[in-house]
């Protein structure tokens, strides 16, 4: 084992955040294979780091709640429909892990015993404790509240150091940096900041967890390769959401053993 691979981690456990939206990549629609591979060299490279590694995907891609829904469809029914739709990027997410090696294990908020297990708080503790990526599909499994919120939840309940939201830029700006050149980027956030600055990290009820737990969040290019690791070892990446009152510079990279 090389110097490099023996560094030390920052973030043990970590929860990434993934939309559906980014496992289009390239197409219009549905699942971009390329985007699969790549994700999937991301998340074993931390693996092998030596990271425990969930992930909540979304559904956005496929069906996304009410924005999808037809004419005269309740909320709830079509929130639902929005959960099995992560349940199909989850279990494509599952099936280029395993072809690149790594063992994971698919729980389902909604029960689906032929595809995943149930979700049970220690047994998901217990597979990333045994080296397994976890997946958790179908939200909290409950209308009304997105993945984002799910991520903040599930994080939460596996004790997990750090939240994660994999986007396709690099960090949190003033404004959309793909439309406005002269966005300024955010290294460091307070969440407090966040709220004010009106900058949407996440919803609100999962701000709003995060908040009350002081669970971290770093946004940052999942579509960068390395980002993943860089952060797990912690290099600053992204932009670092937090919730203390005396940071106020992004935290100093671990340095080698």
Not at 78 to 86: C, E, F, N, Q, V
Not at 135 to 164: K, Q, W
Request: aromatic share 6%.
């Amino acid at each position: 084992m090389t110097d490099d691979q023996n560094r030390p981690l920052r973030y043990r456990r970590i929860l990434l955040k993934l939309s559906g939206e980014a496992l289009m990549g390239s197409q219009p629609y549905a699942i971009d294979e390329d985007v699969l591979i790549t994700y999937a060299a991301e998340v074993r490279q931390a693996v092998e780091a030596g990271a425990e590694v969930a992930i909540v995907i979304g559904g956005g891609n496929i069906f996304r709640g009410m924005q999808h829904a037809t004419k005269g469809m309740t909320r709830a029914h079509a929130d639902y429909m929005g959960m099995l739709a992560t349940m199909i990027n989850a279990m494509a997410l599952q099936d280029a892990f395993e072809q690149n090696g790594m063992q994971t294990r698919l729980l389902s908020s909604i029960k689906m015993e032929e595809i995943a297990e149930p979700f049970i708080r220690r047994r998901a503790i217990r597979h990333l404790e045994k080296g397994r990526v976890v997946i958790f599909g179908a939200g909290t499994g409950n209308p009304y509240f997105t993945t984002d919120t799910a991520a903040a939840l599930r994080a939460l309940e596996i004790d997990a150091e750090v939240l994660l939201k994999g986007t396709r830029v690099d960090g949190i700006y003033s404004a959309d940096p793909e439309k406005d050149p002269a966005a300024e980027h955010y290294p460091i956030l307070h969440g407090s900041e966040a709220i004010e600055r009106n900058l949407r990290v996440m919803d609100m009820t999962a701000f709003t967890l995060c908040k009350e737990s002081a669970l971290p969040i770093i946004v940052f290019n999942m579509n960068e390769p390395g980002m993943l690791l860089r952060i797990v070892r912690g290099e600053t990446v992204g932009t670092l959401v937090h919730w203390d009152e005396k940071k106020t510079e992004a935290p100093a990279e671990v340095a080698p053993a």
